[in-house]
């Protein structure tokens, strides 16, 4: 059985601590770094840019997956491959031209990812289905860390793998918002490759051993 990608997104670290934060992944089982940018505009929140992506592509080991809450991604999209990112994922609903942006991120050297609000149903991928290499369901409302997953998007995560599977896209799944032990074997059941978690990881007494909980969470 494939363990789950564990991706620790960093909006839920201690940015005084920045380095120590991003070295703690570094040793723990996780497989990549998420990274969201927010511009309040797309979401209303305003995460951080450029520099803090540079920073820790300074101190990281493992690969950076990029989550734009941006509108109009397609600005961005050589900037944030030039600084360090591995995988771009941008919002369908902040895209007039989807297919044209996951182009720009594979022309980039990207592994190019779309992301679904809770409102965008999985059938708007069906005829792109060879455009990207993941598919991020947003199991929350996103703009903020720390709350609590909306049950809707198990069915979601389910209806995409067959849809997935449908059209021979072997792109992965990811899940994102409010993922805790509680959650990850129903959503990795349904269908979901890699999961990202943001406080379950950075507000644990220890979150090397949380990562370690969700690597190994996959029912049997
Ligand atoms: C929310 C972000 C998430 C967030 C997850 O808009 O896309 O990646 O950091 O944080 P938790 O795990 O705290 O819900
Ligand atoms: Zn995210």
Known sequence: MTPPIIAPSILAADFANLQRDVEMVNRSEADWFHV?????????????????????????????DVHLMIVQPERYIAEFAEKGADHITVHYEACTHLHRVLTQIRQAGCQAGVALNMQTPVDVLADIADAFDQVLI???????????????????????????????????????????????????????????????????????????RLKSSRQP
């Not at 797309?42 to 520099?51: C, H, L, M, Y």
């Open 138 to 212: 947003m199991t929350i409302n996103p703009g903020f860390g720390g709350q609590k997953l909306l049950p809707l998007s198990v069915p979601k995560v389910r209806k995409l793998r067959q849809l997935l599977q449908g059209a021979g896209s072997s792109a992965l799944i990811g899940v994102d918002g409010g993922m805790d032990l509680s959650n990850t074997a129903t959503l990795l059941d349904a269908g979901a490759d890699y999961v990202v978690a943001g406080t379950s990881v950075f507000g644990s007494d220890d979150p090397i051993a949380a990562i370690h």
């Open 36 to 64: 969201d940018v927010m511009d309040g505009m797309f979401v209303p929140n305003i995460s951080f840019g450029f520099p803090v992506l540079e920073a820790i592509r300074r101190h990281t080991t493992k690969p950076l």
